[in-house]
């Protein structure tokens, strides 16, 4: 079995300061984790993906992610964040053939 | 690559009428998915196909919800009768396998 808990619903943050999104996750077996980016009335995007090779992964609009074994965790972060940043997120978990298991999401505001 | 086409965008009906909404994946992909997204809820996966070949159903509501992929590049997901519990964005999402799947922009269904 597996699954995925976004620690915050809502995280709020000042343009221009550090994003930390927060996600840890259960599997049986090694793990490929995604990222995945909703905006407005807007279809999913993903962000990035970690699939057993580097831990650190970098993805698209300056984030990235960081597979940590030890904590199960792959919390996305970015140094600096922008207005276009503000959107939904959602962690997602997938081992072998087993279709993506996705987070509650956590929506991510920026304020000016 | 036009990336996943969904047909309609908007669709708003009343209770008891039947509601197909369309699904083109993208060219290649060999899993089509169907995904249900509401406030309440959040994202649901509703089924799910392998070679046009349903996998895993358990997540149909009931037997309202059907599903059809009569070939690779089409897929169907069928309410009849619709009724305002099932008010919510229709995603359909395709991918070369199960992982990394692409999402299309959605259907926002309403029933009145």
């Known amino acids: 079995a597996q699954s995925v808990t976004q620690l915050d619903s809502h995280v709020s943050v000042s343009e221009g300061t550090p994003v930390l999104l927060r996600c840890n996750y259960s599997?049986?077996?090694?793990?490929?984790l995604f990222w995945y980016v909703q905006h407005p009335n807007k279809g999913l995007q993903l962000l990035l993906k970690y699939t057993s090779a580097a831990t650190l992964v970098k993805g698209i609009n300056g984030f990235e992610a960081e597979f940590k074994k030890s904590e199960t965790s792959f919390h996305l972060t970015k140094p600096s964040a922008h207005m276009s940043d503000a959107a939904e997120y959602f962690c997602v978990v997938s081992s072998g053939n087993t279709p993506l298991v996705f987070g509650k999401g956590t929506r991510l505001s920026v304020i000016a | 690559d036009a990336g996943v086409i969904q047909s309609p965008r908007h669709e708003v009906t009343e209770m008891g009428q039947e509601v197909t909404l369309r699904c083109k994946p993208i060219s290649g992909h060999n899993s089509l998915f169907w995904y249900r997204q509401t406030m309440m809820r959040g994202l649901e996966l509703l089924i799910y196909?392998?070679?046009?070949?349903?996998?895993?159903d358990s997540g149909m509501p009931e037997d309202r919800f059907s599903a059809k992929m009569p070939n690779a590049s089409f897929s169907t997901l069928k309410i009849q009768p619709s009724e305002p519990r099932d008010s919510a964005v229709y995603f359909c999402?395709?991918?070369?396998?199960?992982?990394?799947?692409?999402f299309g922009p959605g259907t926002r269904l309403t029933v009145l």
């Open positions: 599997s049986s077996y090694s793990p490929s």
């Open positions: 196909f392998n070679n046009n070949v349903p996998i895993d």
């Open positions: 999402a395709s991918s070369l396998g199960v992982l990394e799947q692409f």
